[in-house]
Structures are given as C-alpha cells and as structure tokens.
C-alpha cells in the first residue's frame, strides 16, 4: 500500500523512466540513421552512389531534423529536472516525439537500405521492431497524448470531470523481453549517459535504478 503522496512519487518516478524509454528510441532512431548513411554512400545503383539521389538525400534531411529535435525535447525535460523529477507534460511531449521520431527514422532508414535493411542480417530491422515497442511501453502513445492535452485544455477537463487527475492506464506485463543486441545497447547507453549528465542527481539516481531492475535486458556496467 501507498502512503499518502506515494502515488504522485510514484508516478514522478515513471516521468524519469519514461526520459530513459525516450532516449532508447532515439539511439535506434539513431543507429538506423547512421548505419543507411554509411550504406547509401557505398552503394551503387543506375552508376550512381545512393546518396546521389535527391529522393534520398531528403529523406536523411528529414530523419535528422527529427533526431536533432527528438534530442532537444529530450534535454529540455532532463535539464528542467534541476530542482526535482522532470515534469510530466515535458516528458510526455519528449517521449511521444521521441518514440514517433525513432520509429520513423529507423523505418526509413530501412528503406533506404532495401532488400538488405529488411534482412536480419542488418541490426536496422531490428531498430524498427524495438522502437515500435518503445511506442508502447511505459504509457503508449495515445496515453501520454492525453496526458499532453490535459495541460491545453485543462480549465475545461477539470470542470467537465470535476477532478483534476486522470488514471494511467493499466500496466500489464506484456512481452518486454525482446532479445538486445550489443551494438545498439550501446548506443542507448551513450543516449542514456548524455541524459544522466543534464538530469539533477536525485532523477538520475532513480532512472539507473530503473534501469538495473529490468535486468539483464539492459546492462550499462559503466553507470551501474
Ligand atoms: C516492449 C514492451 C515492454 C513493456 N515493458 C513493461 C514493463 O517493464 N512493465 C510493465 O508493467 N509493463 C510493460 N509493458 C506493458 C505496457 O505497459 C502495456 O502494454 C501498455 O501500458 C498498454 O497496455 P495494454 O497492452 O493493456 O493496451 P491497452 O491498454 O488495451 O490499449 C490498447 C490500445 O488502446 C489505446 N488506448 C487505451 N486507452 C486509451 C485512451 N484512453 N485513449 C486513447 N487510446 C487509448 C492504447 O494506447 C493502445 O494503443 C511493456 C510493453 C511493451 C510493448
């Protein structure tokens, strides 16, 4: 049982495990980015390198712009944590860029790569599957949406509902365990450790014990 308050502690500790689920899709996001840029400036097609097509160069355009922003909203909610946990609407408004942006990122990104990106022999398929994951994990989408708008229009909702605090949705245990790949465990744990620097220490205490109890899915033995 929860003490009085506890469930608002509760939930302040969700805003920083979420900034940690938000920083995972963007490392995906990210490793898919890199992974298709280093292909298509090797690849040849019709005597041309890929990335001589403009049809691909805007599609990197486009998956940079939304890493570069997914990254920005992201630090705002860690660095705004100075006095305490990050606040809920920013962590809201990061996730849901950060989880849409890696999703899309590494979908294009597997695009661009073809027949091979589809493949398992490439980690790009993977980023795809493990972000859409991530859309749903740790308050889907949709959820956070509602959170988001709870704050716009929140005169209205607190006299239509004549209360001020919406559930969570109710959690279950559902397939969390995907296998992890190394090569991408690092470059979350890269994401991870550029969040611990902006995050105030008490936040970043309870996002690397968040991180240790998921267990061996996710090991960063340099923060644990
Ligand atoms: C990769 C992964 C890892 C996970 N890890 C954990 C974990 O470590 N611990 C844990 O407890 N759980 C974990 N989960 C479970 C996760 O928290 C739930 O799957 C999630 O909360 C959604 O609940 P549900 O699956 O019951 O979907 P439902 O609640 O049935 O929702 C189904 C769909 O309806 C939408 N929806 C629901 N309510 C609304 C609404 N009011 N307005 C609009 N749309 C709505 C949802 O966004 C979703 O798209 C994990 C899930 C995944 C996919």
Do not use: H
Not at 94 to 117: D, I, P, R
Not at 122 to 133: D, M, Q
Not at 162 to 175: L, P, Y
Request: net charge positive; hydrophobic share 40%; charged share 25%.
């Amino acid at each position: 049982m929860l003490k009085e308050g506890g469930f608002k502690k509760q939930i302040a500790g969700f805003n920083v495990e979420r900034i940690g689920n938000a920083a995972r899709s963007l490392a995906l996001g990210r490793y898919a980015y890199e992974r298709a840029r280093e292909w298509a400036m090797q690849r040849k097609q019709f005597g041309r390198l890929l990335c001589e097509f403009q049809g691909l160069q805007w599609k990197f355009a486009e998956m940079k712009t939304k890493l570069d922003a997914g990254q920005l909203l992201l630090y705002r909610a860690a660095a705004n944590a100075d006095r305490g946990f990050p606040s809920a609407e920013e962590t809201a408004i990061a996730k849901v860029f950060c989880n849409q942006s890696g999703f899309e990122v590494a979908n294009e990104a597997l695009q661009v790569m073809g027949g091979l990106g589809y493949s398992q022999e490439e980690l790009v398929e993977y980023c795809v599957r493990r972000c859409r994951g991530w859309m749903i994990a740790g308050g889907s989408i949709e959820i956070l949406k509602n959170r988001i708008a709870e704050g716009v229009c929140r005169a209205q909702l607190l006299a239509a509902a004549g209360k001020g605090v919406k559930r969570e949705a109710d959690r279950s245990q559902a397939g969390s365990r995907l296998p992890v790949s190394p090569k991408t465990e690092l470059q979350a744990a890269q994401e991870i450790e550029d969040v611990l620097r902006v995050l105030s220490p008490r936040a970043s205490k309870v996002l690397i014990t968040r991180l240790a109890s998921d267990g061996p899915n996710w090991r960063f033995p340099k923060l644990l």
